[in-house]
């Protein structure tokens, strides 16, 4: 598989965290290219629970090099903070991880413009993590935002920051809202980059440098494809290219240099924040929320959950180039029976197979279901295929042959050893 991409073929949150760690074995450097602190990894081992923010998952794994690319937007008061706590937990950080000097800053103003605008805009909010990256990236296709690379220069950062806080405050202040403080923010600042300055390079340099010398890269997606600027639910989607092709330019590497695309999603549907969600199903999220599963990482909150869209899937498949799946959760339906999957939606009379790019047309899209058999027993033991029940198994390959892509994983619950390659 050499150097894959790993992107999540839903809405976020479809347990890329733990592929990532199965599959760092393998691969000597993983690499973030998108999103920020929004994202949350959650890795169990040995008993342990380690969420990662910022932090590539594969930092768990001894002598893997983990990369923060140019793509991140990166709040370095909360990557410090996620550094002493793996820190805390026995994970060593050193020459292990390297944080791009192009990467641009989340700064306390975006996390108040954020809140600020979900505000505004009343029940049409889009549900945002709160973190301030819609005003981050907005800085940056603005032209206008602060990068790791000021952060490393001091004089200059105040300078750059002073003008940024006054532009901000006057904004945060037109809308009555609090405004942040210059100092406050400017101590925190240099103090988290004096921190972080043993870590940042070049990224994109060390990356090809790498390759030349036959290193096998990881880059693991954050949030999912339908959460994409481009191609996701817009505008309830987040503000980077969750796709495979925001790998590329979120790291500097070119496409002819990528293997393979690794699709990860989870055996039912799940989504949080607000925007259409076609196959929603109440009954399903009770038992899902029951079980103690499908809370946020970063928000804590309960994710609204549905049946398998094999018409997002498909479509998926189609804008990331999926070659391999990875599918996860599949114990989280060991209880269900029927068991539905939407093969198609139904919009004013009409067939579709592929999604509208318009939110409302999606919204009023009705799924169509098949309905399969469940296996009613327990599959978390499962260490090979052929230990899943009849039904579980073609369950899987029903979803695989829907999407359009090889089987690779089946995943049946949070440990490692949980895993099934084919
Ligand atoms: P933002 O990225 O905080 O601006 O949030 C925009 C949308 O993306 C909201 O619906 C969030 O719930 C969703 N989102 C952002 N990050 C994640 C994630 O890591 N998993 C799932 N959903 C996410």
Not at 197 to 218: C, D, M, S, W
Request: aromatic share 6%; glycine share 12%.
């Amino acid at each position: 598989m050499a150097n894959t991409i790993l992107i999540g073929a839903q809405w976020g949150d479809e347990g890329k965290g733990k592929i990532i760690d199965v599959l760092t074995a393998q691969r000597d450097i993983v690499v973030r290219s998108q999103g920020g602190n929004n994202a949350g990894h959650t890795v169990i081992h040995r008993g342990t629970t380690y969420i990662l923010h910022l932090i590539p998952s594969g930092i768990l794994r001894r002598g893997k090099v983990c990369v923060i690319g140019n793509g991140v937007v990166i709040d370095p008061v909360a990557l410090v903070a996620e550094i002493e706590g793996l820190r805390k937990l026995g994970i060593a950080i050193g020459k292990n991880l390297l944080i791009s000097d192009c990467a641009h800053l989340v700064l306390p103003y975006h996390r108040l413009l954020d809140e600020q605008r979900e505000l505004g805009k009343g029940r049409a909010k889009i549900g945002t993590t709160k973190r301030g990256i819609g005003p981050a990236y907005g800085d940056k296709a603005a032209r206008t935002g602060l990068r790791i690379s000021d952060l490393m220069q001091p004089a200059l950062f105040t300078k750059k920051l002073q003008a940024k806080v006054r532009e901000n405050n006057s904004i945060l202040q037109a809308l009555g809202a609090q405004t942040v403080s210059f100092a406050e923010v400017n101590d925190a600042y240099l103090k988290a980059g004096a921190t972080l300055r043993p870590f940042v390079v070049n990224t994109v340099v060390y990356l090809h440098r790498a390759l030349q010398r036959g290193k096998e890269i990881l880059f693991e997606g954050a949030q999912g494809t339908f959460l994409d600027i481009d191609h996701g639910t817009y505008p309830y989607v987040t503000s980077s290219n969750t796709t495979a092709g925001g790998a590329c330019t979120g790291s500097g590497v070119p496409p002819h240099r990528m293997d393979c695309v690794l699709g990860v999603m989870k055996a039912y549907t799940t989504r949080v924040g607000e925007g259409a969600l076609p196959t929603e199903d109440e009954d399903i999220a009770k038992m899902l929320h029951e079980m103690g599963r499908e809370f946020g990482t970063t928000t804590g909150r309960a994710r609204r959950c549905g049946w398998f869209d094999a018409v997002a899937s498909r479509y998926a498949a189609m804008i990331n180039g999926i070659d391999e799946l990875a599918i996860t959760n599949l114990d989280g339906l060991d209880a269900v029976d029927p068991i539905r999957i939407c093969v198609g939606y139904r919009l004013h009379g009409k067939h579709l197979d592929v999604p509208p790019s318009d939110a409302a047309q999606l919204d009023a899209c009705e799924p169509i279901y098949e309905e399969v058999r469940g296996w009613k027993t327990p599959t978390g033991a499962a260490r090979k295929f052929s230990d899943l029940p009849l039904r579980a198994r073609r369950y899987v390959r029903r979803l695989t042959e829907l999407t359009g892509a090889k089987l690779r994983i089946v995943s049946v619950g949070p440990a490692r050893a949980q895993t099934i390659t084919l």
